[in-house]
Antibody, heavy 119, light 110 residues
Framework: QVQLVESGGGGVQPGRSLRLSCAAS????????MHWVRQAPGKGPEWVAV????????YYVDSVKGRFTISRDNSKNTLYLEMNSLRAEDTALYYC??????????????WGQGTTVTV | QSALTQPPSVSEAPRQRVTISCSGS????????VNWYRQLPGKAPQLIIF???LLPSGVSDRFSGSKSGTSASLAISGLRSEDEADYYC???????????FGGGTKLTVL
């Protein structure tokens, strides 16, 4: 079945780095843009970044620009989020999500269960 | 302050109909598709409306979406207790070059 499984979360001190992974299965991963969305405790979802199906285009929320990098390895059906210079305000549950269609759209039709990052 | 504005909470009795509003601007709702998500406690958001008014496969037709100008609405008819959840609208924002979510609306079925 269609599935996204995140990993790599954990506790880290401010200023340090962390790399999240998202393993995809059950669909043609290389055909779809992919998103990272985070949700701080008790708050609503906040979009973090999106990458095009082939990795050629990326967009980020302003608060993570220059610190986070989204990437993908289509040969491994895996999405990544490299997070550097982490701050307390980056503490959240991080979800990866599959785009339902386009790169510049807000439709995400498959979500993982999330991985927790605590700074 | 979210780019998309939703009422923090709405409530209605079982079997009734409720609407949740989502107000934005020309850079997001006015020029891009609106999507709606439902989030149950401890679960990931679930897409329930895409491209303003389309239902994903498997989503009940008790849910419907609409859009006019820079505002959108989610309607839920025949309310059931299991509809109690947080609901979020989302759209691409051309000025921010990213996705913006509403602040969310907590639905209570009385």
């Amino acid at each position: 079945q269609v599935q996204l499984v995140e990993s790599g979360g954990g506790g880290v001190q401010p200023g340090r780095s962390l790399r999240l992974s998202c393993a995809a299965s059950g669909f043609s991963f290389s055909r779809y843009a992919m998103h990272w969305v985070r949700q701080a405790p008790g708050k609503g979802p906040e979009w973090v970044a999106v990458i095009s199906y082939d990795g050629s285009k990326e967009y980020y929320v302003d608060s993570v620009k220059g610190r986070f990098t989204i990437s993908r390895d289509n040969s491994k059906n895996t999405l990544y989020l490299e997070m550097n210079s982490l701050r307390a305000e980056d503490t959240a549950l991080y979800y990866c999500a599959k785009s339902d269609d386009s790169l510049t759209g807000a439709g995400m039709d498959v979500w993982g269960q999330g991985t927790t990052v605590t700074v | 302050q979210s780019a998309l504005t939703q009422p923090p909470s709405v409530s209605e009795a079982p079997r009734q109909r409720v609407t949740i509003s989502c107000s934005g601007s020309t850079s997001n709702i006015g020029n891009n598709a609106v999507n709606w998500y439902r989030q149950l406690p401890g679960k990931a958001p679930q897409l329930i409306i895409f491209y303003d008014d389309l239902l994903p496969s498997g989503v009940s037709d008790r849910f419907s979406g609409s859009k006019s100008g820079t505002s959108a609405s989610l309607a839920i008819s025949g309310l059931r207790s299991e509809d109690e959840a947080d609901y979020y609208c989302a759209a691409w924002d051309d000025s921010l070059n990213g996705v913006v979510f509403g602040g969310g609306t907590k639905l209570t079925v009385l």
